[in-house]
């Protein structure tokens, strides 16, 4: 069974940083590009980041690019999201996919 638990969500004042981590099961690891989504209320989910089974080539949308960092370690079989200079625009559940796979997400909340 697959499984994507992500976790590292809460609630934090603009400006600071969190690191967000996905950790995975059930499937090969090193074989697969793992991507990170959000979705804020009333809005559509939105792609954030992605990382190749490589770890090279990460892709950022514009909206975090400069400040958000993707990593993934083979070791632990985990992937993380590196969230500096959060603003409360980044405000959303940040979802872990694989495939056709989710997570449960993981709640973050940016104060002004």
């Known amino acids: 069974e697959v499984q994507l638990v992500e976790s590292g969500g809460g609630l934090v004042q603009a400006g600071r940083s969190l690191r967000l981590s996905c950790a995975v099961s059930?499937?090969?690891?090193?074989?697969?590009?793992i991507a990170w989504f959000r979705q804020a209320p009333g809005k559509e989910r939105e792609g954030v980041s992605c990382?190749?089974?490589?770890?090279?080539?990460?892709y950022y949308a514009d909206s975090v690019k400069g400040r958000f960092t993707i990593s993934r370690d083979k070791a632990k079989n985990t992937v993380y999201l590196q969230m500096n200079t959060l603003k409360p625009e980044d405000t959303a559940v940040y979802y872990c996919?694989?495939?056709?796979?989710w997570g449960q997400g993981t709640q973050v909340t940016v104060s002004s």
């Open positions: 059930g499937l090969r690891f090193d074989d697969y590009a």
């Open positions: 996919n694989v495939v056709t796979f």
């Open positions: 990382i190749t089974s490589a770890g090279i080539s990460p």
